[in-house]
């Protein structure tokens, strides 16, 4: 795993690895109006499939090498080191679909839940990812 990444010249604008769709930042809106501060967190499988499940900050505990992708809707978006070596040449984009959400995450109980899609980068993407940072400090 690429354990630091150099942010992109000056003159470039970093691409973002992780985007969230218009509803998507409707919720995470609302959720914040509700709970607090959030944060995001890639489930790698088992209980909740691979869904985002988005907790209030301090209600998840974060390892010391969660990577923090980025940050969408003013919320910090993590996932693990495991996870990210399957991720790390992928732009998330984080939706919204009707459904039920994930058992702990905030959206459960709404009839919606988040929905993780992806694309691959272009090589010239890869070259001005934004930067990544780890653990619950980042």
Known sequence: M??????PPATEAAIPR??????????????????GPLLFHQSGGCCDGSSPMC????????????????????????????QFEYWQHTQLIIDVVPGRGG??????????????RSRLFTDDELDRLAPLAYGPDA
Do not use: K
């Not at 301090?58 to 809707?73: E, K, N, T």
């Open 55 to 82: 907790y209030a900050q301090g209600d998840y505990m974060l390892a010391d090498r969660d990577v923090r992708m980025d940050v969408i809707g003013g919320s910090p978006f993590y996932m693990s080191p495991s």
């Open 2 to 7: 690429d354990t630091q990444t150099a942010p």
């Open 103 to 116: 058992m702990f995450s905030l959206e459960n109980g709404r009839d919606v839940r988040f929905l993780t």
């Open 18 to 35: 992780v985007l969230a769709t218009e509803a998507a930042l409707a919720l995470i809106e609302t959720l914040r109006a509700q709970h």
